[in-house]
Each structure stands twice: as C-alpha cells, then as structure tokens.
C-alpha cells in the first residue's frame, strides 16, 4: 500500500516507514503532520478520491539541502552574478496512511549531533605552561650552578696575587741593599782616585 501525497508544491510517493524530505514545516521534532492525500495505492484498488484517508508523518529533524550556485552572465558586457542558494528542509518519518500504522521498532531518531569540548584546550594549555616551567627550571639551577663557579675562580685568583707580590715585596727590599751596594763602590773608587793624583811629582834639579 502507497499513496500518492502533496508536499512543498510537489508530489511525492509514500509508504508506511518512508523518510522524505519537505519543505520547512514550522512545528518541532516529535509532533505529527498530516500530508494532504491525492491517490491511495491498495494491491488492485486505486482510490482517486482519498479526501477521506490521512497520511501522518512525524517530524524528524530540520536540516538544509545542498548549495545551488546561480549564475548569471552577459556575453561583451562585463556582466556576471554569482549566487548561492540553501533550501531549508524538513526531514520526516510516514508513521501511518488510514488504518495502517508503522511498527515501534521501525520508528527513526534524529542523529545526535557531536559536541565539541572547547573546555580541553586550556588543559592542555595549562599543562604545556608547568613542561614550559619545568624546562626552563634545569636551565636556571645550571646557570646559577655556572655562576657559582666563576666566584670560586676570582676568589683564589686574588689569594695568588697576593702571593706574587710578596714575592715582589721581598725582591724589593732586597733590590735597595744591592743597589746600596752598588753606589757605594763607585763612590769609594772615586774617593781613592783624587788621593793617587794628589800626590806631586818629583823633579829633577
């Protein structure tokens, strides 16, 4: 058994548990439409005049058809129009035709839709922020491990110094002896000097 019913301007060919696709029908998903009947369908029988028998559908879910692109052109004229274009539909269920009903177990469901966790993003933001933080921490106890060593090197190197100028020190005083030393010699050749020439030389008479 099928019938032959109207929807959205059109005629469609429907049988108990069909799923079409109308036109947008303002009433929610769960409620019942009724379709209006043109022809009834029953083995041998066909009933043109079926103002009597009702087709029941139940809503679905609502959804759009695919994009149809318009497109207008002129040829020589610069003239083109691009346009798209979306049907809104509704999609539904043929849950009886008169006294024939669909099972329960052939009734449809809409889809469930997937919901997106926008919530999972900032964990993972947190979670690279404390790897960031643990990263760079290795790198700060390495730096100050760095400049500890530094501060042991000047330490000692002031020690070293210190023993180098006592050794410089102690050149130093004894430098003055020996340069005492040295000042006195010339000093006592030059005094014997005079001495030698001071003496007169003897004539012949």
């Known amino acids: 058994m099928y019938a032959i019913v109207r929807a959205g301007g059109r005629q469609e060919k429907v049988a108990v548990g069909d799923l079409i696709s109308l036109d947008r029908v303002q009433a929610k998903?769960?409620?019942?439409?009724?379709?209006?009947?043109?022809?009834?369908?029953?083995?041998?029988?066909?009933?043109?005049?079926?103002?009597?028998?009702?087709v029941t559908a139940e809503v679905i879910d609502h959804n759009r058809g695919p994009k149809i692109e318009i497109l207008r052109y002129k040829n020589k004229t610069g003239y083109r129009r691009r346009q798209g274009h979306r049907s809104d539909l509704t999609d539904v269920q043929i849950i009886s035709i008169g006294s024939e009903k669909i099972a329960a177990g052939d009734k449809a469901t809409a889809k469930a839709k997937p919901?997106?966790?926008?919530?999972?993003?900032?964990?993972?933001?947190?979670s690279s922020n404390s790897d960031a933080k643990a990263t760079k921490a290795p790198a700060s106890a390495a730096a100050e491990a760095t400049e500890e060593k530094p501060v042991a090197k000047k330490?000692?190197?002031?020690?070293?110094?210190?023993?180098?100028?006592?050794?410089?020190?102690?050149?130093?005083?004894?430098?003055?002896?020996?340069?005492?030393?040295?000042?006195?010699?010339?000093?006592?050749?030059?005094?014997?000097?005079?001495?030698?020439?001071?003496a007169p030389k003897k004539t012949e008479k």
Do not use: H
């Open 29 to 54: 998903p769960g409620e019942t439409v009724v379709l209006p009947t043109v022809l009834i369908v029953d083995g041998d029988k066909v009933n043109t005049d079926a103002k009597s028998v009702t």
């Open 115 to 126: 919901v997106v966790a926008k919530k999972a993003a900032p964990a993972k933001a947190a």
């Open 155 to 198: 330490a000692a190197a002031p020690a070293a110094k210190k023993t180098v100028s006592s050794d410089s020190d102690a050149k130093a005083t004894k430098a003055p002896a020996s340069a005492a030393k040295k000042a006195a010699a010339p000093a006592a050749k030059k005094a014997a000097a005079p001495a030698k020439k001071a």
